[in-house]
């Protein structure tokens, strides 16, 4: 019997991996048709625009509420470790380099996750299993080159100053928590903030703009082109879509900041 | 004309289609009749190399496009109009965008010959009135004729249905078929009709093949139907003649 049990469990293992392979096949090239659709983007700018849109100037606010909260709380937080040292005027170099390099991109990437990856896959999800997207092909439009491609490059786009727009957000809040939370003189904050930040963290911070734009984009919408099984097959790849997509965001955060910061 | 030749078809385990070989002669409605799920569907995806087989090969107008590549299937595809089951209507789009979308995504033509096009199938499908409205504020019936006119707008050698009158009421049904009756009349055009209603058939199909089982059991004139000796024909024949 635990033979037997053995065998079975070794049988969905196979099952499970083969499948798994499978989809990083179907997914790699269909990043690939993705990034190969680049040269028809001047036919789709309206759809680029409208997809600009979308995951940019909509996003703005989601975007503003998260950085303040965190820029603030790391103000507040930070402010109170470094005041037992007696460091408190570090406060503006300890929140700059967090903001910039890393929590003002990964939120910015987080809630662009939930809200730009969200729509994706739900909205292509339901033309998936609606038959749009077959429509698309029968009637001879690429489907990758007319759904996915305008929003990977406005996500290329839009990415970036969103990141610019996450951090400002950040320094400012966190600024005006030093001024009246800390008591701390602006002048000091910003002294501490300016003349120390290298290029190489703005790198860092910037980088993972693109790297967010690419991953989010493409899982999201793989996921919306394989709904299968009626209005719970969207849900389930929605979902999917935004828990894979935030997954490799946090794990990509983490490699772009460590091979930046090792190699500058 | 639209050629399968011993097609071969499995999602996974499952074996959906076995030796298939069909031919869809030019003016001509071949009707695909078969019960639910028994992959009707299928046989349209495969006509239009939106799926690939497992075995044989798929024939339009003498080009073999099993193997070729999906940005080459794109000029074939174009010569054959398709009508979803649900339609598949952009349902972000007014009627008369959907009408015109592929006109304007694939075909270099003037706005002027579009709007002419466009006005051309509002007219043939009876929606003046209903230009600016969107699908979902249509009824099935309506829906369905957009689809159809879409289809229609390339101009098209040969039209696929995938189960052009189901979910309609008899009315909207009937007003379906003489449409699809109309095309070849008025238009030379060849179809392909999938469906699971033995009515539809003898309304509109010249020739008929039965899909059982995942083989073709039947495939001849529609009057020679009734000839059958086949159990499954003739146990859908016998509902059919409790049905009237």
């Known amino acids: 019997m635990l033979l037997t049990f053995a065998r079975n469990q070794e049988k969905a293992i196979a099952v499970w991996l083969k499948n798994f392979i499978l989809t990083m096949q179907e997914f790699f090239l269909f990043s690939v048709r993705a990034f190969i659709s680049f040269p028809k983007v001047k036919r789709y700018w309206r759809d680029v625009l409208d997809q600009a849109s979308i995951c940019g100037t909509d996003s703005i606010p989601i975007v503003l509420v998260s950085a303040i909260s965190i820029g603030s709380l790391l103000a507040i937080e930070v402010g109170n470790l470094l005041e037992d040292f007696g460091a408190k005027t570090m406060l503006g170099r300890s929140t700059s380099l967090t903001v910039i390099r890393e929590l003002g991109p990964l939120l910015m990437g987080l809630m662009l996750s939930a809200r730009f990856g969200s729509r994706n896959g739900a909205e292509l999800g339901a033309m998936q299993i609606s038959e749009q997207i077959d429509a698309l092909r029968a009637f001879g439009t690429d489907p990758v080159a007319k759904l996915v491609m305008p929003r990977l490059v406005a996500a290329l786009i839009m990415f970036l100053p969103l990141t610019a727009l996450s951090d400002y957000a950040g320094l400012q809040s966190a600024a005006y928590m030093a001024e009246h939370y800390h008591r701390l003189d602006p002048g000091i904050f910003w002294n501490a903030v300016y003349p120390r930040l290298a290029p190489k963290d703005f790198v860092v911070g910037f980088l993972k703009a693109p790297v967010f734009a690419i991953i989010i984009t493409l899982v999201s919408s793989f996921n919306g082109f394989s709904a299968r099984g009626g209005t719970a097959g969207v849900g389930r790849s929605t979902i999917k879509g935004i828990v894979v997509s935030s997954g490799l965001v946090l794990i990509a955060n983490f490699y772009v900041s460590k091979i930046v910061l090792e190699n500058m | ?244």
């Open chain 2, 1 to 244: 004309m639209i050629e399968l030749r011993e097609v071969s078809l499995k999602y996974g385990d499952k074996e959906i289609l076995k030796n298939v070989s069909l031919t869809v002669r030019d003016n001509t409605i071949k009707a695909i009749l078969g019960p639910s799920g028994v992959g009707k569907s299928t046989i349209l995806k495969l006509m239009l190399g939106l799926i690939k087989p497992n075995n044989g090969q798929v024939i339009i107008d003498g080009t073999d496009i099993t193997n070729m590549k999906e940005s080459s299937l794109y000029s074939i595809r174009r010569k054959m109009g398709m009508v979803f089951q649900g339609n598949a209507l952009f349902d972000s789009l007014t009627i008369s965008q959907n009408l015109g979308f592929f006109l304007r995504e694939n075909m270099k033509l003037p706005e002027d010959e579009i709007s002419r096009r466009v006005t051309e199938q509002i007219q043939f499908a009876g929606l003046e009135g209903y230009e600016d409205q969107l699908p979902e504020s249509l009824s099935g019936g309506m829906r369905r004729r957009v689809a159809i006119g879409r289809a229609l707008i390339f101009k098209p050698h040969m039209i696929l249905f995938d189960e052009p009158t189901a979910g309609l009421d008899p009315v909207s049904s009937k007003k379906i078929l003489s449409l699809i009756s109309s095309l070849r009349h008025n238009n030379n055009l060849g179809a392909v009709i999938v469906t699971h209603i033995i009515d539809d058939v003898f309304n509109v199909a010249d020739c008929v093949a039965v899909l059982y089982q995942g083989e073709i059991i039947f495939d001849d004139v529609t009057e020679k139907l009734h000839e059958a000796q086949h159990p499954f024909i003739r146990s859908i024949l016998s509902d059919k003649i409790l049905e009237q």
